[in-house]
Nanobody, 114 residues
Framework: VQLQASGGGLVQAGGSLRLSCAAS????????MSWYRQAPGRQRELVAR???????YLSDSVKGRFTISRDIAKSTVYLQMNSLKPEDTAVYYC?????????WGQGTLVTVSS
């Protein structure tokens, strides 16, 4: 299983970024995919999840600003982040849970300047 995340960077507050996570070695259409983030000195937290049937979950802190989606043909999950705030600064990780085991991408850094 490999999860390759990309798309992070430096953006001003109010700006947008789109993260991508390309998956291999899994049956993507049958795997719930998630984005987590970890800010300095804080625990890793769930940001968004897209379930097997395509329904989604967004944490309260990003609801209305972020969108999670997927392209099954490309085995890729996306996190569209709009109206970014300095408190969104973190390393973002994509995640897949397969047979009760967590798999993580390498993380991509998002820095939002005020």
């Amino acid at each position: 299983v490999q999860l390759q995340a990309s798309g992070g960077g430096l953006v001003q507050a109010g700006g947008s970024l789109r993260l991508s996570c390309a998956a291999s070695g899994i049956v993507f259409s049958r795997t719930a995919m998630s984005w987590y983030r970890q800010a300095p000195g804080r625990q890793r937290e769930l940001v968004a999840r897209i379930f097997i049937i395509g329904t989604t979950y967004l944490s309260d802190s990003v609801k209305g600003r972020f969108t999670i989606s997927r392209d099954i043909a490309k085995s890729t999950v996306y996190l569209q982040m709009n109206s970014l705030k300095p408190e969104d600064t973190a390393v973002y990780y994509c995640n897949a849970v397969i047979q009760s085991r967590d798999y993580w991408g390498q993380g991509t850094l998002v820095t939002v300047s005020s």
